[in-house]
């Protein structure tokens, strides 16, 4: 496997997966891991995961919810790729594919009520909020320049089938704009994760939804 410039192979610690990464990128963080782990899919299904980035949260939901397929989306290239190359690092390039696509261009790539569960860790940030870094693809993945929460969600309830599943991290302060997006689609909020430091604040939270949900939330609370 040949590494480009500034890139390194990180251990998962999770069925002996592993993962490039870029040194001088956005690297991935304990959001993507708290999903994959958090994410209630079934053994054998059919997942897409929006805003994929390295690749992590598809190598990591094979490593621990042994789905049937994986297809991530990501839109720059340079990432896309790198991405690519770690699932072909695993010997997973059968089971999982990469696209470079934008997530609003949705219904050229994806087939209208075809996945099981969609995963994503979309950008927290609303546009022309907070500081903007001077690396286009961490501004992106943190502001809504490129995507917004609300084509996020809709790009989710097409892709997914009645009964499907999806599964979302977010930022705590984005929590009643999250369950707004998931209502006006028609996605029932259902499970709520909320990690709690030993301080007793809340930094992020992890929802997901049922596609013709009834209405009914159970919510976890996780000390870390």
């Known amino acids: ?5 500034n890139e390194v192979i990180d251990n998962l610690n999770i ?13 991935y963080g304990t959001d993507a891991v708290l999903l994959a782990e958090f994410a209630n899919i079934r053994k054998g299904a059919r997942v897409l995961d929006f805003c994929t980035g390295s690749g992590i949260v598809p190598i990591l939901l094979w490593g621990l919810k042994e789905p049937s397929y994986v297809m991530g989306v990501e839109y720059f290239s340079q990432v896309a790729d790198m991405a690519e190359r770690s699932v ?6 059968e089971k999982i594919k990469i696209i470079n696509e934008d997530v609003k261009n949705y219904k050229s790539y994806i087939e209208y009520n075809s996945f099981d569960h969609v995963t994503v860790n979309p950008p927290y940030k609303i546009a022309d909020t907070g500081f903007l870094n ?3 693809y961490k501004t992106c993945a943190r502001h809504e320049v490129l995507l917004t929460l609300s084509e996020c969600v809709e790009a989710s309830e097409y892709a997914l089938k009645f009964g499907g599943k999806l599964t979302m991290v977010n930022r705590i302060d984005r929590l009643s704009d999250v369950i707004y997006e998931f209502r006006q689609k028609k996605i029932e909020p259902k499970r709520l994760c909320i990690p709690v ?11 997901e939804g049922i596609k013709g949900g009834k209405s009914g939330i159970t919510v976890e609370t996780v000390f870390n």
């Open 15 to 27: 069925a002996d997966l592993r993962i490039i990464q870029n040194n001088t990128g956005f690297k």
């Open 134 to 136: 001077d690396n286009s």
């Open 197 to 207: 430091n030993s301080s007793g604040k809340a930094k992020i939270f992890v929802l």
């Open 1 to 5: 496997m040949v590494l480009k410039e």
């Open 88 to 93: 072909a690092l695993n010997g997973l390039s």
